[in-house]
């Protein structure tokens, strides 16, 4: 396949990336950067594109795989930037010095929360709490496995509603 075929071939079947690429990234700008990427890709690699194969498939594939590398590589880049000693700051969504005061108002808030649970939710909701596992808290209490999960799904969804402002 000459260079023309291909490249009128993937011109034709480059519009339908643009929905697939706001798809992976939710963002405008970021969906434009993939999409460029991936006409370069396609473009540096097209040796390896099979004459009579799915272009779609081709291009939706090399999208997926750009995206893939990407989200891992920030991934990666933002780990050691907030391992980094003069970087960790500026990744931090918290004051520089903490507020003690405050902290220890919101462990008090949550400890009278845990306290105030009824019998029946606090006890299985403890030993989930302590690190028991679910199947220890259901032979300690003497119940059924299912109704320790319901109970302690349900104290903490009782603790979210009553803790709600944090």
């Known amino acids: 396949m000459s260079s023309t075929e291909f490249n009128n071939l993937l011109l034709g079947n480059a519009d339908f990336l643009r929905p697939y690429a706001i798809t992976l990234t939710k963002d405008a700008e970021s969906a434009k950067d993939l999409y460029q990427e991936t006409l ?12 009579g194969t799915n272009i779609r498939a081709w291009l939706y594939t090399i999208m997926r795989n750009i995206f893939i590398n990407n989200y891992r590589r920030g991934n990666r880049q933002y780990r050691l930037l907030d391992n980094a000693a003069g970087e960790s ?48 808290i259901a032979a300690i209490l003497n119940e059924p496995l299912g109704t320790v999960k319901s109970r302690i799904h349900f104290a903490r969804k009782m603790l979210k509603t009553r803790i709600a402002r944090y």
Not at 40 to 51: G, Q
Not at 103 to 129: E, G, H, S
Request: net charge positive.
């Open 89 to 136: 700051l500026l990744h931090q969504q918290q004051p520089a010095v903490g507020n003690f005061a405050e902290t220890n108002l919101r462990v008090k808030d949550v400890q009278m929360a845990v306290y105030n649970l009824p019998v029946i939710f606090k006890q299985p909701f403890l030993l989930y709490f302590e690190g028991y596992k679910y199947y220890e």
């Open 40 to 51: 370069f890709r396609a473009l540096a690699n097209r040796e390896k594109y099979l004459a």
